[in-house]
DNA sequence: TTTTAAATACCGACCGGTAGGTATTAAGAT
DNA sequence: ATCTTAATACCTACCGGTCGGTATTTAAAA
């Protein structure tokens, strides 16, 4: 029978986690078969098992690509602002578009963390390497301890997951923007409160 | 052969919803088997189809038992202070209680809203209940606008939802404690902020 | 340049295992 | 005797994963 063009493997696992972002996003870890992630890319569950082990390495791939563009995300944020208050704030203004593009996919993640130890790892080190690139941010452009930094960043990004919660759960009212404008509010009182002074 | 001591519907039904609890928030919601549910309460499938639908009618009745408690806990912790700003408070220590009980359950109640459709109505309303409470709790109390109690909620309630998550998926350093203090403060902070006096 | 061989990527039929769910039967209480 | 609650045996459907085979591409040899 007729075979799809052939791809270099890198080319076609890259295309595969593509397919599958979609249908775990949609359906679900449990409810996406990999013979539907497989149909998604155009392909057979033969070439999909050519590529990778087994249904979890596939999630897993989609975990890290997921997280690893994230972190892209906000770090081209802060680095495209000179002004560390400014940069902060764009921050928070790129977090929010990542909310609306990966809101069922995270929360799949963190289901899945509790059954897939690999997975559960892989999140709980990018939550710590993104905790320390943030405080080390809020240190470099001003005068503050790093408890306190350690602090406002675990609360930032609870609010953040918060509201990815929300969008998915509770179909919130609220537009998002309005939010975005409290969050960067009360981020500049709570720098202030706690004389986490910038620039 | 010989059968576990008969019991009344209703008591039977409150078993075995306290066995799939635990067993839902061990293994989430595919991991959990009816076999291992019914087993985990003293009984068989048998038993379990005797007195629900099916898995997932087990399931909602978990959701809405963990939910119904959860309010109830929030609610008399608001109605155990006359004072407006002591009240608020003890609901907020309340709430980070309720973080380490049902932290596991409730990422699971999050990912099965996606796929059971009354699961996410009744998240949604519930949500919307208890927004109505402390929209309406603040506005007894002071002077304050509908809109700023509104947002107010929407990110207090993120930042507990995103606590869960940062207990089961990043295993937090900083001690739960340290936070609640700190929620505390941000919470009269913006209180302040918003003109929203109460007392 | 052409032919042949080898390597790579992909297809699809099939299988084993599992779990949800049901029909029937049994046991216990009234 | 009747009703309620519980147990058992079994069925069925589905899915993850395998493997024999095929198609396509690349490399080597003539």
Redesign the pocket.
Known sequence: ?????????KK?RAQLIKAAERVFARKGY??????EI?RTA??????L???F????DVFFAVVKEVNDSIARKITRALDEEANPEKAIEKAIQSAFKLIEDHKFLTVEFWQKAHTIRRVKDFLAEEHKNMQNQIVRFLQKSGDLKKRECDSFFTLLHAIFDGLMVRQTCYGGEDDLRGLSKQVVEITKLYLKKNKLKLG
Do not use: D, I, V
Request: proline share 7%; aromatic share 6%.
């Open positions: 029978m007729k075979q799809s063009p052939k791809q270099p493997a076609r449990a409810g996406a078969t990999t013979e497989a155009g392909l057979t569950k033969g070439a098992y050519f590529h082990r087994n249904k979890e």
